[in-house]
Structure formats: C-alpha cells, structure tokens
C-alpha cells in the first residue's frame, strides 16, 4: 500500500464532500484504493498560472484541469472584475481550441461568468488563440479567456486569461486575482448560468478579424508575385484551418496546397507525435506534400494557432525548417524595411522580444534606428510593453519559440497574420531574383551570424518537479566560470534581479520582473540561459553563439563553425 502524505490527503477529502459531483466523489474512492500514486499526482499542488495561463493535463483534482478548477478561477476572476469594473456592464469574450473537452470546459467558463451577471460572447465553434485576443478589444470586453493547451499532448488542455487592451495577465493583475481565486472555496463557484446572458457569436467577428490581418500583414506585393509563389499549409488537426486559408485568399494568394490528411481538428492529433511546429516531425506530411508539388515555403501552425513552423528552400532547393529565432528575425527585418520605405521610422519606434531569444534583434533595431525592448519570456510581455509605452509605435516582435506579432491590432503571437506575413517575405524575395533563404544568409552578412539551440529536458511529476528546482539551485550556488574554455564575464540572475559584471566587478539591479532565469554571457560572445518551462514538465537551455559573416558564399564554413562551437557547448555542460 502506497502511503499518502496527511496533507495531500487533506485536499483529497475536501473534494469527497458535497461540493463535488457523485462521479468525482467515486473517481477519488477507487483511485485511492486502486491508484495511490496517480491520486497524489493529481492532488499534491494547485495548478499555477505559467507563462502561458494555467495548462496541465486533464482530469479529476487540483492538479488537473477540469470543471472544478476552471470553475474556481472564472468564480475568482467574476469577482475581480467586479471590484476593478464596478460601474461598468461587465463583458467577457471566451474561445476554445480543437482539444477534447475544450467545448465543454468553455461552456462551464461561460456558465460561470452568466451566473455572476457578466455578459458572454462565446464563439461557436472552435477558432485561434489570436482572434480572441482581437475580439476582446474589438467587443469592447474587460476580459477574455481561451481553452488551449498549445502545443502540448493531447492530454493536456489549459485556461488562458486576457485583459482588456487584448494581452494576457501581467503584473499586478495576475496576483491580485489569484489571491481572489485563492480566497474561495470550491462550494462558492456559481454554476448555475444565466442563459440570457451568453451571447454565440462567429461569422461577424472572424471577417474583421481576417481582414484586419490581411491589412496587417500585406505589403505592396504584385500579383505577379503572388501568382509565382507555391505554398504548402497544414494545420496540424488545429484551429487555423478556419482562418488562415481565408486570410490568405483575400490577400490574393492561389497556390496554396493544404494538407488534407490534417485538415480536420482533431484533439488526438493522430498523424503527429507532438502538433508542434517547432518540431520537425510535425512537418513531415507537408514537407513530403511540398517536394510533390514544388512548393516554395512550407508553414505549418499549432493547434491553437499563435505559433507557425516554417521551412524554406536553400540555395540546393532543399527544403529546411526555420528555427523560431531565424523567423522572428526575417519577419523583423522586413517589417523594418517597410516602415522605413515609408518613411514612418521618426525616432518614437520599437520592436520587442525575450530575453531567452536571439541577441540579433538588439542588432536589428540598431541599424535602423529604432527602440529595442526585451522582456521575460511570454508574449504578455511584450503585450505589456505597447500598453506601458504608449508614446511609442510597436513594429512587430516575437520570442524564440516560433512566435510573432505584427503590429499591435492582436496582443498575442498571432500565426493568422504572421504566416501571411512570411508568405509576402518569400513571393517578394521570389520576384527579386533571391529567395527567403537567401535573404536570411545576406542578413547575417549585414548584422553578424548569429545561431541559435533550444535543449529541453523532460520531468514528469513530483520527483521531476523537485529535480527541476534543485537543478535551478545548483546553478545558482555553484555558477559556471567558463563554458567551451570561454571565461564567464556576466551572469543575470532574474529570480534575484541580479547583474554581476566580472570583468569590471560590479554589480547592477535587473530592471525587470522577477523570473527563474539565469543568463550566462562568456567572452566569446556566448549566451547561455537557463529556465525552467511555465508550461510544460521541462528545464530548458538556451544557447546562442556568433560570429560576422564576411560574405555570402563563407555561410556554409561558417554554419559549420558555429555548429561546432555549440556541440562543444552542449558538451562542456553535460546536456547531451
């Protein structure tokens, strides 16, 4: 018999009471005396809002997602809302992605909001992560939520909470309604909906929507151009496939091959191992599609629609996956080149990103002049930023985790305007005589070669938790002095808000929110940051490494060197 801890137990009982469902209360019974060990899993902690809302793997308990702790954090946040809002009819949008229960937890979200006399605008079948965060402001809502666990397996499923200008929670907000959420007792969550007061909607919203994005993401490109340019776009099982194509067709473009075999949402996501387009496997089916047809860029979004996977052709006609960092930095450079062709950039511009992602976006906005602003990982930051700065116009911006935002019409990464955005950079570097490929090696000869490498570890549950945690506290209290034989001449400690320079001995205050991160910078111009996931079971490693790029025709040597040089990396810090 596995022993289960008297305070674990405690929560458990709690959920044996009449408050909860006679299905629970039978669930809980015969796991404990038949799953003791998948009972502590799912009771041991409350579920925490990450980088991303709150996301975990669907099931019965307070680590789990399901209609009691979704009911306790919508109870929780109707209250708030009531307090920060209290003369204004109170408005809430919500939208649910292809997962299984997706539909059935918004419909418990949307019954709870009711319940608390505050309006709902509930899409009627599933859409995009970023339709919702366009739909707050365009609906004129105080807040808004979507059900989506991303890319994560299809066990998962998660709660997303946005704020009136579109971007989600941010400091103070976010603890301000965790204490409120916190405060309550499952016994206080308003079931009981008013029908009245949820309102479908659909149609309406998704033409502003994908006409915004196309006003967004087009730029003067001929149809010609157009016309010349093959695609290939898969969905992934996932939400895009009810916008994207749309979107595409009213910005002109023709040739788009979808993938028919992951045309359907479907919450198994039954062709992919994972529907993460950071993930070459994912794109097998459309790259496979792409040489059959000749296609000039592949893009492929994940189930939610924020993140987009795209793969090009290099100077051998091989198709290659992008990383995240290699997009954002093209899509960027880009939108550079457009405002400064009309003459927009005056000196009250900007462009955002993380401070895990690439250090060539620093590199972007000074050559042209403009504001560069870095934040803790997670759109809502870069969200926060546009709001905080409101004197200042947002370019675009993104993270390396296969990211972007254009413009500030959406508050979220937005796949729907991005892959339309990618789609403009290949027909015009096409019609150029180059290509997207091409363009990206002539940016690395502009502003240095920089490259870049995600390693994540997976750990699953209580002990993986712990793991995480004592990996975090071993860095921090034996920090690395070198790395690959290069000196550590900085280390930024973001849980502390800490900068130590060792070169000058000094140390400064991090001027940012307080984060589990830790950053390395060696000698050679090596980054090297360390974080554990918001989102997933994971510690992740961040490695960035750079050199310049005399010339186009060095970038296959020079590839090679850095490659190199982060093997030996990853080596030197034990992570293969």
Request: proline share 5%.
């Given at each position: 018999?596995?022993?289960?801890?008297p305070?674990?137990?405690?929560?458990?009982?709690?959920?044996?009471?009449p408050?909860?469902?006679?299905?629970?209360?039978?669930?809980?019974?015969?796991s404990?005396?038949?799953?003791?060990?998948?009972?502590?899993?799912?009771?041991?902690?409350?579920?925490?809002?990450?980088?991303?809302?709150?996301?975990?793997?669907?099931?019965i308990?307070?680590?789990?997602?399901?209609?009691?702790?979704?009911?306790?954090?919508?109870?929780?946040?109707?209250?708030?809302?009531?307090?920060?809002?209290?003369?204004?009819?109170?408005?809430?949008?919500?939208?649910?992605?292809?997962?299984?229960?997706?539909?059935?937890?918004?419909?418990?979200?949307?019954d709870?909001?009711?319940?608390?006399?505050i309006?709902?605008?509930?899409?009627?079948?599933?859409?995009?992560?970023?339709?919702?965060s366009?739909?707050?402001?365009?609906?004129?809502?105080?807040?808004?939520?979507?059900?989506?666990?991303?890319?994560?397996?299809?066990?998962?499923?998660?709660?997303?909470?946005?704020?009136?200008?579109?971007?989600?929670?941010?400091?103070?907000?976010?603890?301000?309604?965790?204490?409120?959420?916190?405060?309550?007792?499952?016994?206080?969550?308003?079931?009981?909906?008013?029908?009245?007061?949820?309102?479908t909607?659909?149609?309406?919203?998704?033409?502003?929507?994908i006409?915004?994005?196309?006003?967004?993401?087009?730029?003067?490109?001929?149809?010609?151009?157009?016309d010349?340019?093959n695609?290939?776009?898969?969905?992934?099982?996932?939400?895009?496939?009810?916008?994207?194509?749309?979107?595409?067709?009213?910005?002109?473009?023709?040739?788009?091959?979808?993938?028919?075999?992951?045309?359907?949402?479907?919450?198994?996501?039954?062709?992919?191992?994972?529907?993460?387009?950071?993930?070459?496997?994912?794109?097998?089916?459309?790259?496979?599609?792409?040489?059959?047809v000749?296609?000039?860029?592949?893009?492929?979004?994940?189930?939610?629609?924020?993140?987009?996977?795209?793969?090009?052709?290099?100077?051998?006609?091989?198709?290659?996956?992008?990383?995240?960092?290699?997009?954002?930095?093209?899509?960027?450079?880009?939108l550079?080149?457009?405002?400064?062709?009309?003459?927009?950039?005056?000196?009250?511009e900007?462009i955002?990103?993380?401070?895990?992602?690439?250090?060539?976006?620093?590199?972007?906005?000074?050559?042209?002049?403009?504001?560069?602003?870095e934040?803790?990982?997670?759109?809502?930051?870069?969200?926060?930023?546009?709001?905080?700065?409101?004197?200042?116009?947002?370019?675009?911006?993104?993270?390396?985790?296969?990211?972007?935002?254009?413009?500030?019409f959406v508050?979220?990464?937005?796949?729907?305007?991005?892959?339309?955005?990618a789609?403009?950079?290949?027909?015009?570097?096409?019609?150029?005589?180059?290509?997207?490929?091409?363009?990206?090696?002539?940016?690395?000869?502009?502003?240095?070669?920089?490259?870049?490498?995600?390693?994540?570890?997976t750990?699953?549950?209580i002990?993986?938790?712990?793991?995480?945690?004592?990996?975090?506290?071993?860095?921090?209290?034996?920090?690395?002095?070198?790395?690959?034989?290069?000196?550590?001449?900085?280390?930024?400690?973001?849980?502390?808000?800490?900068?130590?320079?060792?070169?000058?001995?000094?140390?400064?205050?991090?001027?940012?929110?307080k984060?589990n991160?830790?950053?390395?910078?060696t000698?050679?111009?090596?980054?090297?940051?360390?974080?554990?996931?918001?989102?997933?079971?994971?510690?992740?490693?961040?490695?960035?490494?750079?050199?310049?790029?005399?010339?186009?025709?060095?970038?296959?040597?020079?590839?090679?060197?850095?490659?190199?040089?982060?093997?030996?990396?990853?080596?030197?810090?034990?992570?293969?």
């Amino acid at each position: 018999m596995i022993y289960i801890e008297p305070s674990i137990l405690e929560r458990i009982n709690t959920w044996l009471t009449p408050s909860f469902d006679k299905e629970t209360q039978d669930f809980i019974k015969d796991s404990i005396a038949h799953h003791p060990k998948e009972i502590q899993e799912s009771f041991y902690q409350d579920l925490d809002f990450g980088t991303g809302g709150m996301r975990g793997i669907m099931g019965i308990g307070t680590n789990r997602i399901n209609k009691y702790t979704l009911g306790k954090n919508t109870q929780g946040l109707s209250n708030y809302m009531r307090k920060v809002f209290p003369s204004e009819p109170l408005k809430v949008a919500i939208a649910y992605d292809c997962r299984h229960n997706s539909k059935t937890l918004a419909k418990v979200v949307a019954d709870v909001f009711s319940a608390n006399g505050i309006t709902v605008y509930l899409f009627e079948d599933l859409r995009p992560t970023p339709e919702l965060s366009f739909a707050v402001k365009h609906l004129e809502c105080q807040c808004g939520i979507v059900l989506t666990a991303s890319h994560n397996p299809p066990e998962y499923n998660g709660y997303k909470v946005y704020w009136q200008d579109g971007g989600q929670l941010v400091p103070p907000q976010d603890g301000e309604i965790i204490k409120e959420i916190n405060k309550l007792d499952y016994s206080e969550i308003n079931f009981n909906a008013n029908k009245s007061l949820i309102k479908t909607i659909g149609k309406e919203v998704d033409d502003v929507f994908i006409d915004a994005s196309v006003k967004n993401g087009s730029f003067n490109t001929s149809q010609e151009a157009k016309d010349n340019l093959n695609i290939v776009f898969t969905s992934l099982h996932g939400t895009s496939i009810t916008t994207v194509p749309e979107t595409l067709k009213r910005a002109g473009y023709k040739n788009v091959h979808i993938v028919e075999e992951q045309r359907v949402p479907n919450g198994d996501f039954p062709t992919v191992k994972s529907p993460n387009p950071e993930e070459p496997e994912a794109l097998k089916m459309a790259l496979e599609l792409a040489d059959k047809v000749n296609a000039d860029i592949v893009i492929g979004t994940d189930p939610d629609c924020d993140r987009l996977g795209v793969a090009v052709r290099n100077p051998e006609g091989e198709l290659v996956l992008l990383n995240g960092n290699q997009t954002m930095v093209m899509m960027t450079d880009f939108l550079l080149k457009q405002w400064k062709k009309e003459n927009k950039i005056v000196g009250k511009e900007f462009i955002g990103s993380t401070i895990v992602s690439t250090p060539m976006m620093a590199a972007l906005a000074k050559n042209f002049g403009v504001e560069y602003k870095e934040g803790l990982t997670g759109f809502k930051w870069i969200a926060k930023m546009i709001k905080d700065f409101p004197n200042l116009n947002f370019i675009g911006g993104g993270e390396e985790s296969f990211g972007f935002m254009v413009g500030d019409f959406v508050r979220d990464k937005d796949a729907v305007t991005s892959t339309l955005l990618a789609i403009e950079i290949a027909a015009q570097a096409k019609a150029n005589g180059s290509s997207f490929y091409n363009d990206l090696i002539q940016l690395y000869v502009d502003n240095g070669f920089y490259k870049e490498r995600l390693i994540s570890m997976t750990k699953k549950g209580i002990e993986g938790a712990q793991e995480i945690k004592q990996m975090m506290v071993d860095a921090r209290e034996n920090p690395l002095k070198t790395v690959n034989g290069s000196k550590v001449v900085r280390v930024e400690d973001y849980q502390l808000s800490k900068a130590k320079d060792f070169v000058t001995n000094t140390e400064e205050t991090l001027d940012i929110p307080k984060s589990n991160v830790l950053i390395y910078y060696t000698e050679d111009g090596s980054k090297i940051a360390l974080r554990p996931s918001g989102t997933e079971p994971k510690i992740k490693f961040y490695i960035s490494v750079n050199t310049p790029l005399d010339n186009v025709s060095a970038f296959k040597t020079t590839e090679q060197h850095l490659e190199s040089k982060l093997d030996a990396i990853v080596k030197d810090m034990k992570l293969s």
